[in-house]
């Protein structure tokens, strides 16, 4: 009987004197989606619109420099039988410098809005990052990680406060107003 009763003495001494070990404090970890938050949230709606509609009007007049330089060349080949030497080398000319204008403006463009996005992302990230760091300090977050960036594979939905991060950002949005509205970074002259 005393065999018995010493390993049942043992493991109950053991289970109250360490349950203050094994009861050590939770952390508490959060999860956010910035893509979610950049493209749900008001501020980068309108973001995302101007960079669209900006995208467009540059997509635009693209178009109608093209049309002119394939307007050129038809007209070239409709001539080139009847024009001289000299006069068709320098149709030939002015339709290559018309298309290497098209393709620098094409590159210029396509670094306009490069740039108008990578500032747009960097304005909504340190806005966010404020949120997430009052959010983290109300709520006694341990962690917050960005799902997408902090290289998670897994995390339960519960966790995830991506909804809390966007109200929190449309009321900034609103509380600031039409006086302070996020913007994409300098303009740049098309």
């Known amino acids: 009987m005393k065999i018995c009763v010493m390993p049942l003495i043992t493991i109950l001494c053991f289970c109250l004197l360490g349950g203050k070990v094994y009861g050590a404090e939770v952390q508490k970890i959060g999860v956010i989606d910035f893509q979610e938050i950049f493209s749900k949230s008001n ?10 509609s900006r995208g467009k009007k540059m997509e635009e007049t693209l178009k109608e420099k093209g049309a002119e330089i394939e307007e050129l060349r038809k007209a070239l080949d409709q001539k080139a039988l009847v024009l001289s030497d000299d006069a068709r080398e320098e149709k030939e000319q ?21 740039d108008l996005e990578i500032n747009s992302v960097k304005q909504v990230r340190k806005d966010v990052l404020e949120i997430v760091q009052e959010i983290g300090r109300e709520a006694g977050y341990s962690l917050i990680i960005d799902r997408r960036g902090g290289g998670v594979v897994y995390a339960p939905n519960t966790i995830d406060i991506t909804g809390k991060v966007i109200e929190k950002y449309n009321a900034l949005d609103a509380r600031r107003g039409k006086e302070e509205k996020p ?6 002259k098309e």
């Not at 094409?106 to 306009?112: A, G, I, L, N, S």
């Open 43 to 52: 501020p980068g709606k309108v973001l995302i619109d101007e960079i669209k």
């Open 94 to 114: 002015e339709l290559g410098a018309k298309f290497n204008d098209l393709k620098s403006l094409q590159k210029r463009y396509t670094d306009v809005l490069r």
């Open 183 to 188: 913007t994409p970074g300098p303009e740049k």
